[in-house]
T-cell receptor, first 117, second 114 residues
């Protein structure tokens, strides 16, 4: 079965410092990987995805993620954190069922990012 | 704004009651997904519909049911509610437009069962 793991419940960084949030995956076949962000009392917002191509994927709000097939990882990174980045972040993998591209997303447990001034 | 609309935003009800949550997908999206987010269970997939037909089923209780109508909006019905059903319920949509694979989420319906 497809799954993702986010080993860190919380990541704390100081504003202006780089940040990394970890994600590892387990899939059969090629992975379709995603990162989402959830601000308090809001829905999930799409940040970026890896489907194929370059291992370094750039997304919204200055975030990027690095796909590493040998380590089955898809870590989310940002060179310089902002206080406004504080939120809950989810890694997800598409569960490819049936035909077409309408498979559900399977989410990790989420990592809370706390950026301190 | 994702383009996915969910109503109501908040709902407070009592145990044993029944509620209906409504979702309007992005224009043109054929797939609708329902997820439940609770503190101890994280984001759990409940059910998916594609163009009116049930496509995939997850950890959905027998007390819960859903459907997608011809205009593509979807409803999630929760009955015989229990305290443990209190959660944030999200609807998401995707479609063949762009065929890019990501889901677009609504703002959620927060259900509180007292």
């Amino acid at each position: 079965a497809q799954s993702v793991a986010q080993p860190e419940d919380q990541v704390n960084v100081a504003e202006g410092n780089p940040l990394t949030m970890k994600c590892t995956y387990s899939v059969s076949g090629n992975p379709y990987l995603f990162w989402y962000v959830q601000y308090p009392n809001r829905g999930l917002q799409f940040l970026l995805k890896y489907i194929t191509g370059d291992n370094l994927v750039k997304g919204s709000y200055g975030f990027e993620a690095e796909f590493n097939k040998s380590q089955t990882s898809f870590h989310l990174k940002k060179p310089s954190a902002l206080v406004s980045d504080s939120a809950l972040y989810f890694c997800a993998v598409r569960d490819l069922i049936g035909s077409g591209n309408t498979g559900k997303l399977i989410f990790g447990q989420g990592t809370t990012l706390q950026v301190k001034p | 704004d994702s383009g996915v609309t969910q109503t109501p935003k908040h709902l407070i009800t009592a145990t044993g009651q029944r509620v209906t949550l409504r979702c309007s997908p992005r224009s043109g999206d054929l797939s609708v997904y329902w997820y439940q987010q609770s503190l101890d269970q994280g984001l759990q997939f409940l059910i998916q519909y594609y163009n009116g037909e049930e496509r995939a089923k997850g950890n959905i209780l027998e007390r819960f049911s859903a459907q997608q109508f011809p205009d593509l909006h979807s409803e999630l019905n929760l009955s015989s509610l229990e305290l443990g059903d209190s959660a944030l319920y999200f609807c998401a949509s995707s479609g063949v437009r762009g065929n890019t694979g990501e889901l677009f989420f609504g703002e959620g319906s927060r259900l509180t069962v007292l």
